[in-house]
């Protein structure tokens, strides 16, 4: 049987853009003979479609357009997904549901048994779980149709009492469709991929595997739909971060674009320039605007923004105080002329000096400090943001997530943007991120990379004047946030007790600032973000 | 049987505070020759303990701190609230339990099976949810004992396919006990009553109910635990927004304290003194900040906290730029003194000057607009973070739910605080919060009630160049936000279609800014925040 599969790039809501491109990719499949086209978890209405499925009228837009794709499977059969609402009085109203067309109709719809309610995931707060499974059929075959987490309860500690797996084998299927919405972390892929393998080997039929591309907001979906036989073993695996359209059949050995060769940071960085270019193509936002500081941080989204959206569409904005160095200006200037964009130097000493005025009947005879610093800091959000809106840039925020973590950073400040793009990269792999960048060609001067991070807000000040050193915060913080180990785990891992307990309370007091921050594009495990739900007021390690 | 019920006001992760406030209740029960005492739903840790329930350390110690109760036990019988492990491989990893403690021990415990999992909910996020259900024995008395949403799939539409009650009444127990962590919305309590007596009415027992009290953040618990007789009459009520420790016995008749006699504005009003009172005392802040525009929020916003921290301990900043109108300097003047607090001046007009300055290159020829009328706001927003930052005032956020809705703000500017109070109260009800506040004593100034809303930001500004009239606008921000009806219902129902869809793209279109406000005290049935979870990137009516 030939089967096709449309990798494609959705955005949630745009269910006139979405419909075209389903539309087309059974065009095409019809052109090359296809029997069975299939399409990710919720195509039709994007993923993660959030709050959107409480209004009738939205569920009503999703029916609609299904069928209007039904309408198309003349000669084919398409699976997609799309939200169904629940006929029964009890439980849940909707169901997350896959949809099976065939001679001009839906034939069969298939519902999600197993709802991912952790980190991003929310969907048993819109969806039924469904409790009785069957296998569809495609031209008289026989398939076991599940949707992404309903395969992922082979875990060694599994989060469902049931898999609907276990039902569908008994009707003997010949193979395994999963449609998924399964998002990217730098060990995502081979996650999925030895999860997919366990079903395929467990099950003993092939598997086909199809997965979103796409960033939605913070969320990235890297693609990499495949095919696996049934002895799991890869036989057929599409493109990571792109589209893409691809034939199978059940003895298809398409070679495998062996995602394995690809480093961690080269992961990263093609999700964040995927991200960077989704959040603008998304929203017809064409312009980035950033303020460089002569730091890593802000040289990195720089020459990442330049790669999403193409230097003519990047304003970096270099603010220079009477504490700035030397070497920040000339860095600066060195970076941009290497990426050949424009940029714009404003100097912000006289700001700054008339806020001082302004205040000096409140501050009088008191010693400059945080308040002055921050005051800084938030002249140049304030002067990015005054840009932003009078000619359309949209901000980018360059704060990492070491900074973001410990609260090393000004609300309303340097904390301002859009979208924050390095905020799921520790400070140690900011590096790496700059190393890999100079990889081909020496972009990120020397000097940038080199000298000690500093903020650059009073006379000689160095970000290790107030944190410990980034090789020593970072391990910790992993520990602490993707790990979830507490503090009495992290110091018998031989931690300083100390030093753990620092760290911890300074994360923990610093949730009211990351509540205020903008998104931020996901790369890890546990973002900042609607991944990662910490109370505000709490006293826990505070 | 004589029974205490506890109604406390508990901290997220103070297990050291919340324990030593159930085992004083614990010892006051003791010496009332009390044979029962019940407290609510997760009162070790605090609800909602969000996140902090992944770390097994939080765990362990919310297991030693019930353990610790348990060992108080003597004599007494005490039913209280805790997360618990669950020992099986499958499933999620915990539950959400109640605990049954005599003879100083741990003698039964229960788990919740209906795991709230919509608004500000994300129970099953972290919790298995309880399949078989058993009554507990206290004096040799039968208990259907079961936590919060246990008894609420008794709705129209409800939202679960089991109810543990219809297990648990064939053992024929004598009493029903709910244990709950139920939050504040305007309309909650009534509905609460209308659940609990049709619980008591169908399984003909009697229902004792116990509440949280207090704010935990964003979330406001009202407390107005209660008991019904079999007949679903209200026999015995505690107190509403306060701490309360009540004697009940089977036959009690104590005096309702009637809550359906306060209003609706009433009771906003003592829940956004509670949220804002328990915002600082559960971090230990005592001194407020906030800016006096001459508008109504301010005003409104100024008198809250007065009441909640004391007029000592709130201060208010009136920042007059060249197109405030000499009526707000007024009438701001004798709104401060008609409280007796001190105010703060401060003219931003130089600094404003010196950022036109600082732009003039980049802004040449352009016509002043949404960038200078922002810069403004900016302005205000870093003038009250910068006496925060120097003084350890916490600034209060004065926008109302109107202006957040269709994005009729600032950010970074008007939008900066730590804590959002009349974030979910529409402007024609921050008009009504007014006229309540004025009712015993005219505090507000007629002039400021009266005058028509502006932001003053241009000469001659008025909010309705801008937006819908606000008895237009409110009506249709309520029907799309609390109701969830979609453009096609809403043109249905009467409005206009252009003003409609006007609005709905407003609101979508700013979700972006929502993302980065401050926590809002929450007092309606959706409010901004954790409750609501719309995308940011999402073409739908935008």
Same mark, same amino acid.
């Given at each position: 049987?030939?089967?096709?599969?449309?990798?494609?790039?959705?955005?949630?809501?745009?269910?006139?853009?979405?419909?075209? #491109?389903?539309?087309?990719?059974?065009?095409?499949?019809?052109?090359?003979?296809?029997?069975?086209?299939?399409?990710?978890?919720?195509?039709?209405?994007?993923?993660?479609?959030?709050?959107?499925?409480?209004?009738?009228?939205?569920?009503?837009?999703?029916?609609?357009?299904?069928?209007?794709?039904?309408?198309? !499977?003349?000669?084919?059969?398409?699976?997609?997904? !799309?939200?169904?609402?629940?006929?029964?009085?009890?439980?849940?109203?909707?169901?997350?549901?896959?949809?099976?067309?065939?001679?001009? #109709?839906?034939?069969?719809?298939?519902?999600?048994?197993?709802?991912?309610? *952790?980190?991003?995931?929310?969907?048993?707060?819109?969806?039924?779980?469904?409790?009785?499974?069957? !296998?569809?059929?495609?031209?008289?075959?026989?398939?076991?149709?599940?949707?992404?987490?309903?395969?992922?309860?082979?875990?060694?500690?599994?989060? *469902?009492?049931?898999?609907?797996?276990?039902?569908?084998?008994?009707?003997?299927?010949?193979?395994?469709?999963?449609?998924?919405?399964?998002?990217?972390?730098?060990?995502?892929?081979?996650?999925?991929?030895?999860?997919?393998?366990?079903?395929?080997?467990?099950?003993?039929?092939?598997?086909? *595997?199809?997965?979103?591309?796409?960033?939605?907001?913070?969320?990235?979906?890297?693609?990499?739909?495949?095919?696996?036989?049934?002895?799991?073993?890869?036989?057929?695996?599409? #493109?990571?971060?792109?589209?893409?359209?691809?034939?199978?059949?059940?003895?298809?050995?398409?070679?495998?674009?062996?995602? #394995?060769?690809?480093?961690?940071?080269?992961?990263?960085?093609?999700?964040?320039?995927?991200?960077?270019?989704?959040?603008?193509?998304?929203?017809?936002?064409?312009?980035? @605007?950033?303020?460089?500081?002569?730091?890593?941080?802000?040289?990195?989204?720089? !020459?990442?923004?330049?790669?999403?959206?193409?230097?003519?569409?990047?304003?970096?904005?270099?603010?220079?105080?009477?504490?700035?160095?030397?070497?920040?200006?000339?860095?600066?200037?060195?970076?941009?002329?290497?990426?050949?964009?424009?940029?714009?130097?404003?100097?912000?000493?006289?700001?700054?000096?008339?806020? @001082?005025?302004?205040?000096?009947?409140?501050?009088?005879?008191?010693?400059?400090?945080?308040?002055?610093?921050?005051?800084?800091?938030?002249?140049?959000?304030?002067?990015?943001?005054?840009?932003?809106?009078?000619?359309?840039?949209?901000?980018?925020?360059?704060?990492?997530?070491?900074?973001?973590?410990?609260?090393?950073?000004?609300?309303?400040?340097?904390?301002?943007?859009?979208?924050?793009?390095?905020?799921?990269?520790?400070?140690?792999?900011?590096?790496?991120?700059?190393?890999?960048?100079?990889?081909?060609?020496?972009?990120?001067?020397?000097?940038?990379?080199?000298?000690?991070?500093?903020?650059?807000?009073?006379?000689?000040?160095?970000?290790?004047?107030?944190?410990?050193?980034?090789?020593?915060?970072?391990?910790?913080?992993?520990? *602490?946030?993707?790990?979830?180990?507490?503090?009495?785990?992290?110091?018998?891992?031989?931690?300083?007790?100390?030093?753990?307990?620092?760290?911890?309370?300074?994360?923990?007091?610093?949730?009211?600032?990351?509540?205020?921050?903008?998104?931020?594009?996901?790369?890890?495990?546990?973002?900042?973000?609607?991944?990662?739900?910490?109370?505000?007021?709490?006293?826990?390690?505070?």
């Amino acid at each position: 049987m030939k089967i096709a599969l449309a990798q494609l790039n959705y955005t949630v809501g745009d269910f006139e853009k979405n419909v075209f #491109k389903i539309k087309e990719a059974i065009a095409r499949a019809k052109k090359e003979e296809v029997r069975l086209i299939v399409f990710s978890e919720l195509c039709i209405s994007g993923y993660p479609p959030r709050d959107f499925l409480e209004f009738r009228d939205f569920i009503d837009r999703c029916t609609r357009a299904a069928n209007e794709i039904a309408s198309e !499977c003349i000669d084919v059969t398409a699976i997609f997904g !799309c939200p169904t609402v629940n006929p029964e009085v009890e439980g849940k109203n909707l169901f997350n549901s896959a949809y099976v067309c065939s001679d001009g #109709k839906v034939i069969d719809v298939i519902h999600k048994a197993l709802l991912p309610t *952790y980190d991003i995931f929310d969907e048993y707060r819109y969806f039924e779980p469904n409790r009785k499974s069957h !296998c569809i059929k495609v031209d008289g075959k026989k398939i076991a149709l599940t949707i992404c987490e309903d395969l992922w309860n082979i875990e060694d500690d599994p989060m *469902y009492v049931h898999s609907p797996m276990e039902e569908l084998i008994k009707e003997n299927p010949e193979l395994m469709i999963n449609i998924a919405a399964s998002p990217f972390d730098y060990g995502h892929a081979e996650k999925r991929k030895s999860i997919l393998s366990r079903n395929a080997m467990q099950y003993g039929i092939p598997l086909l *595997y199809l997965n979103h591309v796409g960033a939605q907001t913070e969320i990235i979906f890297d693609g990499g739909s495949l095919m696996m036989n049934e002895k799991g073993h890869l036989t057929g695996e599409m #493109k990571y971060f792109e589209e893409d359209f691809a034939l199978f059949d059940l003895t298809s050995d398409r070679k495998a674009t062996n995602d #394995k060769t690809v480093s961690k940071i080269e992961r990263i960085h093609s999700a964040l320039v995927l991200g960077i270019g989704d959040y603008f193509r998304k929203q017809n936002f064409t312009k980035a @605007i950033l303020g460089l500081s002569g730091g890593i941080d802000s040289a990195v989204v720089l !020459c990442l923004a330049v790669e999403a959206l193409g230097k003519e569409n990047v304003l970096p904005v270099f603010m220079p105080s009477q504490f700035s160095s030397k070497e920040s200006v000339t860095d600066s200037l060195a970076l941009c002329k290497n990426l050949e964009v424009k940029h714009e130097l404003i100097p912000i000493e006289k700001v700054y000096r008339e806020y @001082i005025h302004t205040l000096q009947k409140q501050f009088n005879g008191l010693q400059p400090g945080i308040a002055e610093e921050n005051i800084q800091a938030r002249i140049r959000g304030m002067i990015l943001m005054a840009l932003s809106n009078k000619f359309g840039h949209i901000l980018l925020n360059t704060s990492n997530k070491s900074e973001i973590a410990v609260g090393y950073g000004t609300l309303y400040g340097d904390m301002c943007g859009g979208l924050s793009v390095i905020g799921d990269v520790y400070k140690t792999e900011v590096y790496k991120l700059a190393k890999h960048i100079n990889h081909i060609r020496a972009i990120i001067p020397e000097a940038i990379i080199i000298k000690a991070p500093s903020a650059e807000l009073r006379p000689d000040q160095k970000d290790s004047d107030t944190l410990p050193e980034y090789d020593q915060l970072d391990p910790i913080l992993y520990q *602490y946030i993707e790990q979830r180990k507490g503090p009495q785990e992290l110091i018998e891992m031989g931690n300083d007790a100390g030093l753990v307990r620092r760290i911890l309370k300074l994360v923990n007091t610093n949730e009211y600032k990351r509540h205020q921050t903008p998104p931020i594009l996901r790369v890890s495990p546990k973002a900042f973000g609607q991944g990662r739900r910490l109370p505000i007021v709490g006293k826990y390690l505070s």
